[in-house]
């Protein structure tokens, strides 16, 4: 009887330069090369049966993402991990590996919100009273008809950013997926042409994905297991 097991993994370093196919890819080469079970999809182009969160962008790294993978027969999840532990690319590691119930959710349709840390060095920073007394942030997305203007206040769950000598950093609380869904460079254009920060010149903003998140009854649950963690109260070190 085949098994579901779900993946916690790391996507830093040379990796985060590698694209969703690719990264696809790549799971189904270490899947492949590690002599695991796989079960395939039906039809004339058969893949591995892999199913992943949300989707990272080129460029951004993550620390704890996610995957589900189904194999023909059930084993312990133990012995999962140390299969694929030898033959993971550089960038990419595996942090945990547990059993998922046969018809659990989608990661997709259940993670619902992300955590992500920014730094950047800044001439100014934003003019908190201000931006906290919008009640729209209104930003501009591309979509099927063509520019639009969508506020993205709902999907800010909470800025945690502190001055720390020249350089402001510190976490973004957002939700992720759907319509409410909100870009971490979306919160910080809004900054920018909203709340007057002004970066240094030629000043990139590094954004790294720390977490993602299941939201239920008002409480923030790993993807893992019903583990609660509250906004601030985890270390994610």
Known sequence: MSAWFRIEYSKEGPAVFISHLDLTRAWERIVRRAGLPAALSQGYHPHYRLSFG???PVGMGGKREYLDLELKRDMPAEEVGAALLPFLPAGIGVRQVKKRAEKAPSLMAQIDTALY???AEVEKEPDWEAIWGESSW????TGKKGEEETDIRPGVLRLDLQK???RLCGYLWLKTGGSSGVRPYEVIKFLQEHGGMVLK????VFVHREALFITREGYLLSPMADEVLWPGGKNFG
Not at 138 to 141: E, N, P
Not at 201 to 204: A, N, T, V, W
Request: hydrophobic letters at 35%; aromatic letters at 6%.
């Open 138 to 141: 209104a930003v501009k997305r």
């Open 164 to 166: 720390e000598g020249p």
């Open 54 to 56: 949300s989707v990272l």
């Open 117 to 119: 840390w920014m730094e």
């Open 201 to 204: 010149e030629e000043e990139e």
